[in-house]
């Protein structure tokens, strides 16, 4: 089953003082594993682009589509067995004690 997991900030990191792990060891690992089968990180906020429709109206907006202190800095798209497996994954990354790790399982559209 494939999952998307968003890479986020958090107002309230953990305050364990012991090293987080290191990101490059983490890719390695679920890359060599098949468990990751892509990811990046993103541009900041900053750099963001709103798109919207409204009443036929084209909407374009600089920056974030939501207001928050918490931002998302990039994404991994995960093949795991289930849901405990992906969970292990994201507990394994280093922003899950710096920020907060956001999974979602893919949906198969019928077209």
């Known amino acids: 089953m494939q999952y ?8 309230e990191p953990d305050t364990d003082t012991a090293p987080e792990p290191d ?11 098949g468990r ?3 990811g990046s990180v993103l541009a900041p906020p900053t750099a963001a682009t ?3 429709v409204r009443n036929g109206e084209l909407l374009v907006t600089d920056g974030p589509f939501a207001e928050t202190k918490e931002v998302i800095f990039g994404f991994d798209l995960l ?12 507990r394994t990354h280093p922003m899950a004690r ?3 790790i956001e999974i979602r399982p893919l949906v198969a559209l019928e077209r």
């Open 4 to 11: 998307m997991m968003f890479v986020c900030s958090d107002s």
């Open 23 to 33: 990101i490059d060891v983490w890719v390695d690992t679920n890359d060599k594993s």
């Open 36 to 38: 990751r089968l892509q």
């Open 50 to 52: 709103t798109v919207r």
């Open 79 to 90: 093949e795991c067995a289930d849901l405990d497996e992906a969970i292990e994954v994201a």
């Open 98 to 100: 710096g920020g907060r």
